[in-house]
């Protein structure tokens, strides 16, 4: 998102694009350090327009107001691979974790940042009602056609490629720049920590990025059981993941 609307200011070919030197996260403010920060307002305040920020806060929590004015993407990945994601992440600070823990608090639906299935369907519930305003999306799709879901995004957020972007190859630029294997190989995602208040490797963000790699993590009867749990709680809701 960030190298598709700042393509004008740095161009994703270019030697000194931000995302060659930065880690994502120091390219895309995070709105709760924001709220939790004594400079966040100048922070706010110095975002250039269109302001860019992630969150994992559910919908129901965005500012007032908030979800009516912005845009939103939503990012969503197949809940099974989900959990052995997070397991993985918050191993760098609790090695002594085990898998069957972080299972458990899934399936009873409670993740670091809230009840997780209301979490997804409520922005899954907004992206039907209000199309032109939350754009969901699911990881596994990301990867299996980049270079159009880039171009979905664009269009989304008001900035849709040019005739001439396509024939330059600006897509495809982008789509290498931020592919998962070559950010993993930058020196910006190896080293250091995410920030001072949260000493979490920035190379804990950057693991496989490959879908079903829960095969090798999960029981079968794990996987029914979450299966049966997700179509429980989704399936209502006219969500679904491939299986």
Request: glycine share 8%; hydrophobic share 45%; with cysteine.
């Amino acid at each position: 998102t960030f190298a598709t609307m700042a393509r004008r200011a740095h161009a994703a070919a270019g030697a000194g694009h931000p995302l060659l030197r930065l880690n994502p996260h120091q390219c895309v403010p995070f709105l709760e350090a924001l709220f939790g920060s004594r400079r966040g307002e100048a922070q706010l305040e110095a975002l250039l327009s269109p302001r860019l920020m992630d969150t994992h806060m559910p919908l129901a929590m965005m500012p007032a107001g908030g979800a009516g004015r912005c845009k939103v993407v939503y990012v969503c990945r197949e809940p099974k691979d989900m959990v052995v994601s997070l397991w993985h992440f918050h191993r760098r600070l609790h090695p002594e974790l085990v898998l069957a823990d972080v299972f458990e608090s899934v399936c009873g639906g409670a993740v670091g940042y809230g009840p997780v299935w209301d979490h997804i369907t409520g922005y899954w519930s907004a992206s039907a009602a209000r199309p032109d305003g939350v754009l969901f999306l699911r990881y596994e799709e990301l990867l299996r056609d980049p270079a159009e879901h880039v171009r979905e995004l664009a269009r989304f957020v008001g900035l849709p490629f040019s005739g001439a972007e396509e024939d330059a190859g600006v897509v495809h630029d982008i789509v290498n720049l931020c592919s998962f294997g070559h950010l993993k190989t930058l020196k910006a995602n190896k080293t250091g920590h995410m920030n001072t208040r949260l000493p979490i490797p920035r190379d804990a963000l950057f693991r496989k990025g490959v879908a079903d790699d829960w095969v090798n993590h999960i029981t079968p009867e794990m996987a029914r059981r979450l299966d049966d749990i997700v179509a429980d709680k989704l399936h209502a809701a006219g969500l679904t993941f491939h299986q």
